[in-house]
């Protein structure tokens, strides 16, 4: 007898669990049901996955198959192994056997015609797979609304090109659904839908955690020592900010409601960097020793003191 590789024909592991199995044969099944495939081989195929799923998802049959490889069927005894006395008659594959393998899935009526000929199939109504995938969409998508251009493949291997509604106020991580866009049924069953899960592009200014948005902007020691106006560009525009006089660098100012937009927004945060000019001249060094002068600041006075 000719050995059958049962894992590879089930795509999985040797040691793949018995859920791992069961879903490797619910998807081979419907790639290779003849019902759905057209191909010459698709009903070898077919009969071959119920053979493999029969012998795996049954532990008696799976220790027999790992032991004694093409003649488990006809081994008798396993030694020490558990199987003593356990006997397995070597037979042709029965149809009706996988019939019901994938019924017991997919609620179809398996195989049919006539018994004594060669076999068709019987039409069976399937609900097609949801079919997940990732969209990168600009941080203004969010803030306005849009609609995007997304070419995906149709699982025939040819582009299907869709036109996607970005809703206004999206999140990272949220799903857009597209009904009826996922996988084909069978029969008379409803396509799946595509679940788009959302992700933001990578910004040079900005970064996002939730609904809010953060900023970093730089500012000149005089403005954060003295106070300003700066005019900061948010997503959706400019917006004037003052910032307070005496801040630190890494001070926070929050924006509140300027976030993403949502029934409760969030808020938009700008974090204060404060660059030092470089004394590259004679001026700005005069100026540096002037500052040095005028204050008897010493930035490490309370470092690595208790507070």
Known sequence: MAFKDYYQIMGVARDATEQE?????????????????????????????????????????????????????????????????????????????????????????????????????????????????????????????????LTLNDGQGQPKTLNVRIPKGVVAGQYIRLAGQGAAGLGSGKAGDLLLE??????????????????????????AALGASVSVPLPNGNIDLKIPANSANGRRLRLVGKGLPAKQPGDFYVELHVVLPPATSQQAKQAYEALKAATDFNPRRHWGKAS
């Open 198 to 223: 959302v992700a933001f592009k990578p910004h040079a200014m900005y970064r996002v955690e939730g609904k809010d948005v953060y900023l970093t902007l730089p500012v000149a020691p005089w403005e």
């Open 21 to 149: 199995i069961k879903k490797a044969y619910k998807r081979l099944a419907r790639k290779y049901h003849p019902d759905v495939n057209k191909a010459a081989d698709a009903e070898t195929r077919f009969k071959e996955l119920g053979e493999a799923y029969d012998v795996l998802r049954d532990p008696k049959k799976r220790q027999a198959y790992d032991l004694y490889g093409a003649d488990w069927q006809t081994a008798r005894q396993a030694h020490s192994n558990g199987f003593a006395g356990q006997q397995y008659e070597q037979a042709a594959p029965d149809m009706h056997q996988f019939e019901d393998i994938f019924s017991s899935f997919f609620g179809g009526q398996g195989f049919g015609g006539n018994r004594g000929g060669r076999r068709g199939f019987e039409s069976f109504d399937l609900h097609g797979d949801h079919v997940r995938a990732k969209i990168q969409i600009d941080l203004a998508d969010s803030y306005h609304g849009a609609t995007r251009t």
